[in-house]
């Protein structure tokens, strides 16, 4: 009896343990999150244009990827059509997932925007932006970039900026028009994930 006792309680002491160290790590996470995104706000909110009247010029844009086809790639798309023709960009650097022979973002955005009246040869195209990280960093390393203009949703820009901020370049960003909360939640969601 005795020794089932002494089981019985130290299994409870265990239990204890686990949960305290359960809950200092689910209390450490929510800090990470809410530290990680309060700096990438904080260091994006004033390099950030929704009016592109009121961009500063700068030779290049860099527009981020997305999925050919869908609502933040033709909004991006349209932004940056736009951009260059009120001539704040001399040039667009698309850059964009190509992992897969079927799957080629940068392509898709190059004759996107040659349909919206940019020349062919105004646009360069990044087959390996594989990520915001990747798609920043090569603009500098391989394009030879320091100073850009980010074509991207706020969301998306503000994570951008702050990359480009950790490797030296000198960024600011023009926000392509967001989806409505109901249609873009699993994205903001994944992109405040993608902060920590």
């Known amino acids: 009896m005795l020794s089932q006792?002494?089981?019985?309680?130290?299994?409870?002491?265990?239990?204890?343990?686990?949960?305290?160290?359960?809950?200092?790590l689910l209390v450490a996470a929510a800090v990470a999150l809410f530290y990680s995104n309060w700096l990438i706000v904080n260091a994006s909110q004033h390099l950030t244009w929704n009016d592109i009247q009121t961009v500063p010029a700068r030779n290049v844009g860099l527009v981020l990827g997305a999925k050919p086809g869908n609502r933040y790639f033709t909004r991006r798309i349209n932004t940056a059509?736009?951009?260059?023709?009120?001539?704040?960009?001399?040039?667009?650097?698309?850059?964009?997932?190509?992992?897969?022979?079927?799957?080629?973002?940068?392509?898709?955005?190059?004759?996107?925007?040659?349909?919206?009246?940019?020349?062919?040869a105004a646009i360069f195209c990044d087959y390996a932006g594989f990520s915001t990280l990747d798609s920043v960093v090569r603009a500098r390393k391989v394009f030879g970039e320091s100073r850009i203009?980010?074509?991207?949703?706020?969301?998306?820009?503000?994570?951008?900026?702050?990359?480009?901020?950790?490797?030296?370049?000198?960024?600011?960003?023009?926000?392509?028009?967001?989806l409505n909360k109901r249609h873009g939640t699993y994205t903001r969601l994944r992109e405040k994930l993608a902060r920590v």
Request: proline share 3%; glycine share 6%; with cysteine.
């Open 5 to 24: 006792c002494a089981r019985f309680i130290r299994r409870l002491c265990f239990t204890r343990r686990a949960l305290t160290v359960a809950c200092f």
């Open 149 to 178: 203009t980010i074509i991207s949703q706020a969301f998306h820009n503000q994570r951008a900026i702050w990359l480009a901020q950790q490797y030296g370049i000198d960024a600011i960003g023009v926000n392509a028009p967001d």
């Open 81 to 120: 059509a736009a951009l260059y023709h009120a001539g704040k960009v001399k040039w667009l650097l698309v850059s964009g997932d190509n992992g897969k022979k079927e799957y080629d973002e940068p392509s898709a955005m190059q004759q996107a925007l040659i349909a919206k009246g940019v020349p062919e």
